[in-house]
């Protein structure tokens, strides 16, 4: 049975969940997607430009790193952690090594990003995803695969309702790129779910996943219907700041 309480990095108080919610107050960013800077080609001496933004910046850049230290570790205890054991399918495994690895890319190219600009990256929380998956005893590659078809979309979303307060443009042409990244980890999800037999509604059209329309502006997890079609919708809707907390907020300690 295993133990979901993973360990911090640092003890420091700015690990704690009272950290990020002072983060989000600042700035209600999407996972991580602001984090592929400097494989952009940003400068070192882009701090030097960046005017009376820089400060908020690098509050948007630190917030986006703690969501990003969150999926980089659920994926992680898929890929090669303590839940890795629980998926059977070679094409789950593989699913899992993939959104592990770009995650952690994430980490570590939003901390670069924040170093460059003179600041310094927060430290990880710690996090407990048994409000997602209890004790893990129940977990198989069709749970894996139905909270990742639930957590990408949230990270969409997120972003579309928050970037436009960043005020480099550099960055914001960053996070597009990013943006992208995470729309094709929610198609190539719901894709292997579908063609494992996962999917009970894969022609399901909607731009508020992983909400429902009879419940569209729930935060609550067992609200949520992971059920919606690889390709869902032309136009997402964004998720505010505060909704985007309350989601994440319980694994969050």
């Keep these: 049975m295993e133990d979901m309480h993973t360990t911090p990095v640092t003890p420091a108080a700015t690990n704690s969940r009272r950290s990020f919610l002072g983060y989000a107050g600042l700035f209600g960013a999407g996972l991580a997607l602001v984090s592929c800077a400097p494989s952009m080609g940003m400068s070192s001496g882009m701090g030097n ?4 933004g820089a400060a908020q910046d690098l509050e ?11 999926e980089a570790e659920f994926y992680g205890a898929f890929s090669s952690g303590a839940l890795a054991a629980k998926l059977s399918n070679p094409r789950t495994k593989e699913y899992a090594k993939e959104l592990a690895s770009h995650e952690q890319a994430h980490v570590e190219a939003l901390s670069a990003t924040i170093s460059k600009l003179g600041g310094t ?4 929380p710690t996090f407990d995803f048994s409000p997602l998956i209890g004790n893990g005893s ?20 997120a972003y579309l309702g928050q970037v436009a307060r960043l005020s480099n443009p550099e960055l ?7 943006h992208a990244v995470e729309a094709n980890h929610v198609s190539g999800v719901q894709e292997l779910r579908v063609a494992l037999g996962y999917h009970k509604n894969p022609t399901r059209q909607t731009n508020i996943a ?8 729930s935060t609550n997890v067992a609200d949520f219907n992971a059920d919606y079609s690889p390709t869902p919708t032309a136009f997402w809707t964004p ?3 505060a909704q985007v907390l309350a989601i994440v907020g319980p694994v969050i300690k």
């Design 60 to 70: 948007i850049l630190n917030y986006a790193l703690t969501l990003e230290y969150l």
């Design 239 to 241: 998720l505010t700041m």
């Design 49 to 52: 430009t960046m005017g009376a």
């Design 138 to 157: 129940g977990v198989n590659d069709q749970v894996f695969l139905q909270l990742a078809a639930t957590i990408e979309p949230v990270g969409v979303r």
């Design 121 to 124: 990256p927060v430290s990880k």
């Design 210 to 217: 992983p909400q429902t329309d009879a419940n569209p502006t």
């Design 172 to 178: 914001i042409t960053a996070a597009a790129a990013i």
